[in-house]
């Protein structure tokens, strides 16, 4: 098969992907109606009569949860509690795209295969097959780095602005809650899910490790140890933040150091594929020239 077919056929395969993807995952306004009211403190009036096609993607979302794998489904909530559980994507929706995505996209796969058949075309299309289970779970874990990485990235001046408060005469818990309250990332949320849990009445102690399980930063589970024995021992409070905002700061610093010193390795593959057989060409290519023209 022509490589342009292959390619072809690899960008229709995504295509059809991302398409169902969005209509699988598009908002539900139900969903959304739910979760305004509880926010408000409203109890909710549902309608009796149930929107059309409810029925139909509440039997899809139940066969895609008799269909996964009960091992996978805690590997899943993980992932999505890392990801900061977007209102989109939640967990019934995610098992429907990876129980409905890859028979689409083999279906498509076979009829093209009917029309040009050939070993390379049955690779792509078990290729496309099976990354079509796994595309999921790849955006998901993709997106928790990206919002573990922002965590990490500000936990260093939200400490700051806590021990500020604290110093000030507040509590560790409202200092918490103000930092949620003044924040607007992904830090401020979990702050805000964390003091939503206590008040539920989780202890400290498990609201605090939720709060690093959750996110899984090195460094917010470690602000999260040094709280927890902070609290059992009877430290200051104040002199934990100090210490660790101060190790944060450090931290980042270093890290934006070692970013630095590996700009020059990165660059040298590039340079050497890319811009000096470049140079090489336009250097030595007039030279060469003459020497062709004079033997002959």
Request: hydrophobic content about 50%; proline content about 6%; some cysteine.
């Amino acid at each position: 098969m022509p490589p342009v077919v292959a390619v072809a056929v690899v960008g229709l395969g995504l295509f059809v992907a991302v398409v169902v993807f969005s209509l699988v995952t598009r908002r539900d306004p139900e969903r959304e109606r739910l979760l305004a009211n509880l926010e408000r403190g409203l109890v909710s009036h549902v309608s009796a009569e149930p929107e059309l096609g409810s029925n139909a993607r509440t039997g899809l979302q139940a066969l895609a949860r008799r269909l996964t794998p009960p091992s996978s489904l805690p590997r899943l909530d993980r992932l999505l509690a890392r990801a900061g559980r977007p209102a989109a994507w939640p967990l019934e929706r995610v098992l429907t795209v990876k129980v409905v995505l890859p028979p689409v996209l083999l279906a498509v796969g076979l009829f093209y295969l009917s029309t040009s058949p050939g070993a390379l075309t049955i690779l792509i299309v078990l290729a496309v097959t099976v990354v079509s289970y796994f595309l999921p779970d790849l955006l998901l874990h993709s997106r928790g780095q990206e919002r573990s990485q922002k965590i990490g990235l500000e936990l260093a001046d939200t400490l700051d602005q806590m021990t500020i408060a604290v110093e000030a005469g507040l509590g560790f818990d409202s200092a918490m809650a103000r930092a949620g309250k003044n924040g607007k990332g992904p830090l401020a949320e979990e702050l805000v899910r964390t003091l939503q849990d206590i008040q539920v009445g989780q202890s400290r102690r498990q609201a605090y490790e939720g709060l690093a399980t959750r996110t899984q930063v090195p460094d917010l589970r470690k602000f999260v140890s040094a709280i927890t024995q902070a609290d059992k021992y009877g430290i200051a409070i104040s002199e934990v933040l100090k210490t660790q905002a101060a190790e944060m700061r450090i931290k980042r610093r270093q890290g934006a150091e070692e970013k630095a010193m590996q700009i020059p390795v990165k660059v040298l593959f590039p340079l050497m594929l890319c811009i000096l057989p470049v140079l090489f060409i336009v250097l030595l290519g007039p030279a060469a020239m003459d020497i062709v023209s004079a033997f002959s």
